[in-house]
């Protein structure tokens, strides 16, 4: 009998706010250490939190777009730990009543679309950061306190998760949401979006989870994966041989492959919550709720299905197009400009994410999405073939010009003068006499080679269809 792994994700999501969650801190990436703080966010003596509204609509905003429940009042704890980077000994959560319970997300699996649950979703500060010396020689350690008192969301899911695609595919959806609603960059490299995976085994059969280890701050989708299939492993490897898998913290080394043992796993107990005596409730009324609620702009399910409807565009296309809301948005500008729908998406999903996804771009940093439309006319026009068409592409992207500025200044622009394209055509048959008689013979193959050839020697510039209609009167007669 083999063992079945349950594995549930507890996302951290950072609010893209200007300031922090309970001071006027700014909240920008990349400061001077230390320079971005205040009492507040350092704990000094006497120093009161104040909280920030727009995070919580932003907060309420995600929960919404989870199709979670969001609760009338909700409160503030303090959760009781001591670590360097922590400077008043505690951070400010919400355990007793978060602001939003009950929410979903839905995932693809290859047996269909499955619902993963999320028990609770609530408010609460980030912690500091530890930078420790790279020389090795140096045995020092720092505090930055530029990040204490971000404004995150933690968003929990209930341990409905069977392998480590499926927590793939759960955090996909989840970035692509809180991308789409604006409500954070989720840039996992700036820390943005962090995940800390819990994994269990179990018997089969058996209903009972098994003992949960817990994976912290894993910082990419190949580390998530990567992560939970060792983790997997090694607790298999652990109950096969009549041993006990211990309750505990691991963090995995992306550098080993595998995950080392942290410390022992933390009980709420621990923490010993209590209300945080100097925030009053969170008291939210329907009409904010509801204002906040209309602010939800078109998701990624919504677009896709429209895409389908309104483009006609395959299902394969709809989903790559609207999985970042990047993407979705520049191809519908480029349509929008005057490309045909079809056209713009093998443009937007061949050549432009190739691009982006060498050099960590956006489709919108290559360069307008008029450009591209233009492109897209000029080959549908007849001007410029469709390999002269990739090498305009290029130089879109170098020069950061528009497409029939390079057309014009490189003298790209197709020939279709019949007596030009005679002349060439003239010149490929005289050197490949012998696959003008494998043609006369009756192999096909033979006339794609002496297309090639014509190409070849004009540059690609002749008029592929003017230029085929000639070669078969002159190869027939």
């Not at 979670?68 to 409160?75: A, E, L, M, W, Y």
């Not at 730990?81 to 919400?94: A, C, N, R, V």
């Not at 997300?105 to 269909?112: A, L, M, R, S, V």
Request: net charge negative; proline share 5%.
């Amino acid at each position: 009998m083999g063992y079945v792994p349950t594995i549930g994700l507890e996302v951290h999501v950072q609010l893209n706010t200007k300031s922090k969650l309970f001071s006027t801190a700014s909240c920008g990436f990349g400061g001077e250490p230390n320079s971005q703080t205040t009492a507040v966010c350092l704990g000094l003596p006497g120093a009161l939190p104040v909280l920030n509204k727009e995070a919580v609509r932003k907060a309420v905003k995600a929960a919404l777009a989870l199709s979670g429940t969001i609760n009338p009042k909700s409160r503030f704890d303090r959760k009781n730990y001591f670590y360097p980077d922590l400077p008043k000994g505690y951070q400010i959560s919400q355990y007793f009543e978060p602001f939003c319970t009950g929410a979903k997300i839905e995932i693809d699996t290859p047996n269909g679309r499955k619902v993963i649950g999320i028990s609770r979703i609530h408010l609460e500060e980030d912690a500091g950061k530890l930078l420790h010396s790279e020389n090795p020689a140096i045995a020092e350690s720092y505090v930055d306190f530029n990040r204490a008192g971000t404004p995150l969301i933690e968003i929990v899911s209930k341990p409905e998760m069977d392998s480590p695609d499926e927590a793939v595919a759960y955090l996909t959806k989840l970035k692509s949401i809180m991308e789409y609603i604006e409500v954070s960059d989720c840039d996992m490299e700036k820390g943005s979006l962090r995940v800390d995976a819990n994994v269990s085994l179990r018997r089969e059969g058996e209903v009972r989870l098994g003992t949960r280890v817990e994976i912290k701050n894993l910082n990419s989708f190949k580390a998530l994966k990567a992560a939970i299939e060792y983790e997997i492993e090694r607790q298999r490897e652990i109950l096969e041989s009549g041993g006990s898998v211990v309750q505990e913290t691991r963090l995995f080394n992306p550098t080993l492959g595998k995950t080392i043992g942290m410390r022992t796993k933390e009980e709420a107990h621990d923490y010993r919550y209590f209300p945080d005596p100097d925030l009053v409730p969170l008291i939210l009324s329907e009409e904010e709720i509801e204002s906040w609620r209309q602010e939800l702009p078109e998701l990624a399910e919504q677009k896709k299905e429209r895409f389908i409807k309104e483009f006609s565009l395959p299902e394969y296309d709809a989903q790559v197009l609207t999985a970042q809301k990047a993407v979705a948005d520049y191809f519908e500008a480029v349509v929008k400009a005057g490309a045909p729908a079809k056209k713009a998406s093998n443009w937007v999903m061949v050549e432009m994410l190739a691009l982006t996804q060498k050099g960590h771009l956006s489709v919108w940093d290559l360069f307008p999405p008029e450009y591209l439309a233009q492109l897209i006319q000029e080959i549908e026009k007849g001007n410029i073939s469709g390999k002269i068409g990739k090498t305009v592409f290029e130089l879109m992207v170098t020069e950061k010009k528009n497409p029939r500025e390079i057309i014009q200044e490189r003298n790209l622009a197709q020939i279709s003068d019949t007596e030009y394209i005679g002349k060439i055509i003239d010149e490929v048959l005289l050197e490949n006499p012998s696959a003008v008689a494998d043609f006369k013979s009756g192999k096909e193959r033979a006339l794609k080679h002496l297309q090639g050839e014509i190409m070849k020697k004009s540059k690609g510039r002749v008029n592929p269809v003017l230029t085929n209609e000639i070669l078969l009167k002159k190869l027939q007669g």
